[in-house]
C-alpha cells in the first residue's frame, strides 16, 4: 500500500491532540485517517527504542493504538487484493473512536 502525503507537524502532545480531533471530523479535516495513522506511527517510531519525555511516554500507548486500529479495520474490512489496489484516502475509521482517543490524550 502505498503512503499518503505525509502530515508536516511536530511530534508534540498537542499536535496529536489536534489530529485526533480532526479524525473526530472527517468531512472538516484537511487530512485523511489514513494520513493521521501514518503520523502517529511514524511519531511512536521516533520514540519507541528511547527514553521519551514523560508527556510523550504518555501517549505512547495511543499512538500504536490509532495505528494498530487502522491496520486491523482495513485487514478485517477489504480482500487481500483490494489492500494491493487501493489508496485507502477516502477510507474512515468509526469517529467515536478518534472521540475516545481524544479523551485518552487528553489524560
Do not use: R
Amino acid at each position: 500500500m502505498k503512503l499518503s502525503d505525509p502530515i508536516e507537524i511536530e511530534y508534540s502532545k498537542e499536535n496529536l491532540l489536534v489530529l485526533l480531533a480532526h479524525g473526530a471530523n472527517p468531512t472538516e479535516s484537511p487530512y485523511s485517517h489514513k494520513q493521521i495513522a501514518e503520523w502517529c506511527e511514524l511519531f511512536w517510531n521516533k520514540y519507541c527504542d528511547i527514553d521519551a519525555p514523560n508527556d510523550i511516554e504518555k501517549i505512547m500507548p495511543i499512538l500504536a493504538d490509532v495505528e494498530t486500529q487502522w491496520d486491523c479495520f482495513l485487514a478485517n474490512t477489504y480482500s487481500s487484493t483490494e489492500l494491493q489496489q487501493q489508496d485507502f484516502e477516502s477510507v474512515s475509521l468509526p469517529i467515536e473512536w478518534f472521540k475516545n482517543w481524544e479523551v485518552e490524550a487528553s489524560a
